[in-house]
């Protein structure tokens, strides 16, 4: 049962709007000056508030005004009753974030009908407001999935680096130590610790080439899941 609050300083008006709407099968609550009605709207966060624009301290403008500074009421569907029908009212209301106009007298039907299509475009408007913040959220995990797997890669070549400075260095030693060497022994050993160190530092990337096919937002969501990614093998 959709929830609205009635703020209306003339008591009549506000049991007959109250009549009405319960009617309409809503559930009414009823308020006779501004003040009050900006703390029941608080209170209850309502899905619509008709109010009433000339009253006795705060008129209506300036619960308006209130309410729209509220983030739980801000985006409240509000219409404004009134007995004033200047085109200068109603762009000051419009202004103000006003969704609607209803001007005294009007019939059940006005009411009815300015409530219920009130209701129905800020049922849309949830929806598609729902729709958009769900697409956002699924946005933001996206983003964080491709954080997580830059932040993993970066580390995992970072240990690849460090593992294949130690080859480059021997690597580097034996080449030097060849040069300088004549043929004999000692300049075989040297080949033999050239070719163990090649075959290891292409091993390596051959392993880091096979590593990165695996590194899918999937798999490091679920390595980091069972503490795996600091184990010595990964």
């Known amino acids: 049962m959709k929830k609205i609050l009635v703020i209306e300083d003339e008591a009549s008006v506000g049991v007959n709007i109250l009549e009405i709407l319960q009617l309409g099968n809503f559930d009414v609550i009823l308020a006779q000056d501004g003040e009050t009605g900006i703390q029941l709207a608080k209170q209850h966060i309502p899905d619509l508030i008709i109010c009433d624009i000339l009253m006795p301290g705060l008129d209506g403008y300036g619960v308006l005004t209130a309410l729209r500074e509220v983030t739980e ?3 409240i569907p509000f219409i404004f009753l009134t007995a004033k029908t200047t085109h200068e009212d109603f762009r000051q209301g ?5 969704d609607d106009y209803l001007t005294k007298p009007f019939l059940q039907t006005e009411l009815l009908e300015a409530v219920t299509v009130r209701l ?7 929806e598609k407001y729902s729709a958009q913040y769900k697409r956002a959220k699924e946005l933001q995990e996206k983003l964080q999935e491709l954080q997580l797997l830059s932040e993993t890669q970066d580390k995992l070549l970072k240990q690849f680096i460090e593992k294949l ?3 480059l260095s021997n690597i580097n030693m034996a080449i030097h130590m060849l040069k300088t060497m004549p043929p004999g022994m000692k300049r075989d050993r040297y ?14 990337l051959n392993q880091f080439s096979d590593l990165q096919d695996l590194l899918t937002p999937e798999n490091i969501k679920l390595l980091r899941q069972f503490n795996l990614l ?3 093998s990964v």
């Open 230 to 232: 600091n184990h010595p």
């Open 165 to 167: 400075r130690n080859p």
């Open 94 to 98: 419009m202004n103000l974030g006003a």
């Open 73 to 75: 009421t801000a985006l």
């Open 191 to 204: 080949l033999d610790i050239l070719e163990a160190e090649f075959a290891q530092e292409i091993e390596l």
């Open 120 to 126: 129905e475009k800020q049922a849309i408007f949830s």
